[in-house]
């Protein structure tokens, strides 16, 4: 799955895709969404909501792309990142613009 395609199917799902440089990245950045839920609940909530609004036979990619994210605790949450994809500041914004949540 390309970055491109997850990035804005965290979008379309209702979350909000941020920017984040999470442990040993020495300060770089990728694609990451901050949730309130326990870790292990977390993942299932991200992969049934993109497989949701997914195409039809995205379905494992979409598992592969949760199961490959890191996660850290938030104290209250959650936050999955992938380190080797970028986020991208004009996905976000076009979503916004077109009402999109």
Do not use: N
């Not at 104290?75 to 916004?96: L, R």
């Amino acid at each position: 799955m390309s970055a491109r395609k997850l990035q804005e199917l965290l979008l379309a799902a209702g979350y909000a895709p941020g920017s984040y440089s999470g442990r040993g990245m020495y300060g770089a950045e990728c694609l990451s969404v901050a949730l309130d839920v326990r870790a292990y609940a977390a993942a299932a909530h991200l992969a049934r909501d993109l497989k949701r609004i997914a195409r039809r036979g995205e379905g494992a990619t979409i598992t592969r792309a949760v199961a490959t994210a890191s996660c850290e605790s938030l104290g209250q949450g959650v936050v999955f990142y992938w380190p080797s994809v970028p986020f991208a500041q004009e996905i976000v914004a076009s979503g916004k613009s077109r009402g999109e949540s």
